[in-house]
């Protein structure tokens, strides 16, 4: 593999590691990161099943600091900055004067007047300029991209191998966090992901990353698991992903997301958003399966009785369900159970409108001690 | 990278094996590596004519879609329906069981375009260069 793409590609502290592994690497959002290590079902079907370990380090994260009195923060974000319990996490927007999304973000709530902001890595810079742009004296931010590490471990094992790592019960209710001590650092483990399955996310600073990665990865319970069957798990859960579901052309009612907006709060395109829901939708985003293994692509159209109404954004194969899933944007309602056709030329796949989540049975909100016996 | 001796080759990464005045048609060990996981193949129809260089067969995989190029002409005989429910013998095996098609070849003179293993062996290393 040749590291001169690291040059202008960022690398993951992690390379040498997925390197040693024999990962496939590819750029994604400016980094050069582990595409698959050997095969994206079998990773995918790991996940679904055990544990999977993800290099995260890519992902913006923002240390955040405001007197909510005096600070317009909350402006910034559809998160209700403001009533956030301590300990919890939420998922939200920035969002544009037209309600376009920005990007889309975890919000951590550290104490009283402290977050961190979890963001995308490609928007990273471009949301760090649009903050620091709108927000006041009242308010700091830190950029700690460079120096927070990032590993994700989902899966209905997940549980029982960070356990068994700190040696006790961890014990998070879904979307919340907690400090916890682990190789001599204090570090935030959340109970969110990316998969639909049990799952946690680890903040560590990058130079102990490479040791945390090392340490997951001797339990035989866990194998390392590359984007690809990241971006499989993700979309059969129907979560969207930024600048292929959603971007600043998109609205969060548009992309079926306005139930993680509190219209109770003021935030930076909050008008625009209400009038859109007084107007109505001229698009909407629907999910659906294919009735065979052809999988749609990103960009196919999408018919309905011989009409174009929509473009597909994200398709792929479903490794969980053995057919081909998407989800896309169609300009009139559809329910569940309605036929499509996804066409490209030459091509022409059978479908059929679902609901969301695509895929079931994952384990994400599971709550009882022995989550993986399902 | 498996190159197995008795078969040639296209720059596309089909492989062909020549049968009397049958072809047995598939994709290297190569191009499966490239793909990844193969999720469906969609296979010409027995009975079409295909022609050298022109698309034949689609290969899909969990990230893509790919065509598959006819590597001479001929009239398709014979398809490998096992890879309708199994595609994934494509990886498995390339050379074996995870074949494409059987045809009947139309000019035995297109033979001289295909690459013999060793070509091929030098082709693949040229380009991993790049």
Redesign the interface.
């Known amino acids: 593999m040749d590291t001169s793409f690291c040059s202008e590609l960022v690398c993951t502290p992690l390379i040498d590691k997925h390197k040693e592994l024999g990962a ?1 690497l590819a750029p994604f959002g400016g980094w050069l990161m582990p595409i ?1 290590y050997n ?4 990773e995918h079907n790991w996940t679904r099943m055990s544990a999977g370990l993800f290099d995260i380090c890519h992902m913006g994260e923002f240390a955040v600091e405001a007197d909510l009195e005096k600070s317009n923060l909350d402006n910034l974000v559809t998160v209700n900055l403001k009533v956030m319990p301590l300990g919890a996490c939420r998922y939200g927007f920035m969002l544009n004067e037209q309600a376009g999304i920005i990007d889309d973000l975890l919000v951590y709530r550290i104490s009283q007047s402290k977050w961190m902001i979890v963001v995308n890595a490609a928007t990273t810079n471009g949301d760090e300029a649009h903050m620091r742009k709108y927000m006041n004296s009242a308010t700091r931010l830190e950029n700690i991209s460079a120096s927070t590490g990032k590993l994700d471990l989902q899966g209905p094992r997940a549980r029982d191998v960070l356990n068994d790592l700190i040696g006790g019960d961890i014990h998070l209710r879904y979307y919340t966090f907690d400090y916890f001590d682990l190789l001599g650092e204090k570090i935030i483990i959340s109970r969110t992901g990316y998969t639909g399955e049990m799952g946690y996310e680890l903040y560590m600073p990058n130079n102990k990353i490479a040791q945390l990665w090392e340490k997951l990865l001797a339990d035989k319970r866990v194998k390392p698991i590359g984007l ?1 069957a990241r971006d ?1 798990l993700r979309l059969e859960m129907g979560y969207s992903l930024y600048g292929q579901d959603i971007d600043k052309n998109t609205t969060p009612l548009e992309a079926g997301l306005g139930h993680f907006i509190d219209f109770d709060k003021e935030f930076i395109g909050k008008p625009s958003l209400v009038k859109q829901k007084q107007d109505g939708l001229s698009r909407r985003m629907i999910y659906f399966t294919a009735l ?4 749609p ?1 990103h960009n196919y159209h999408l018919f309905y009785k011989d009409e174009d109404i929509g473009s597909v954004t994200s398709g ?2 479903s ?1 969980s369900l053995g057919v ?1 899933i998407g989800m896309g944007y169609v300009g009139r309602e559809l329910i569940p159970g309605e036929e499509i056709i996804l066409k490209e030329t030459g ?1 022409s796949i059978p479908a059929k409108v679902v609901n969301k989540p695509i895929y079931k049975n994952g384990s994400a909100k599971c709550e009882v001690k022995n989550a993986y016996t399902r | 990278m498996l190159i197995p001796d008795n078969l040639f080759y296209t720059k596309d990464h089909e492989w062909v094996k020549i049968d009397g005045d049958n072809a047995i048609i598939g994709i290297t060990d190569f191009a499966q590596s490239l793909l990844g996981d193969v999720t469906f193949i969609d296979l010409p129809k027995i009975g079409l004519i295909i022609k050298q260089t022109k698309p034949c067969a689609t290969v899909e995989s969990v990230k893509a879609a790919s065509d598959v190029y006819a590597p001479l002409s001929g009239e398709v005989l014979k398809t490998n329906n096992e890879l309708t429910s199994h595609p994934e013998l494509v990886n498995k095996s390339p050379y074996e069981s995870g074949w494409f098609a059987v045809i009947k070849m139309a000019d035995e003179t297109e033979k001289n375009l295909l690459m013999a293993p060793a070509q091929y062996k030098a082709y693949i290393e040229s380009s991993q260069k790049k």
């Open positions: 496939k698959q095969s994206i079902i079998e690809g499989t065979s293994r052809r999988s692509r792929s194969f490794p081909g091509i």
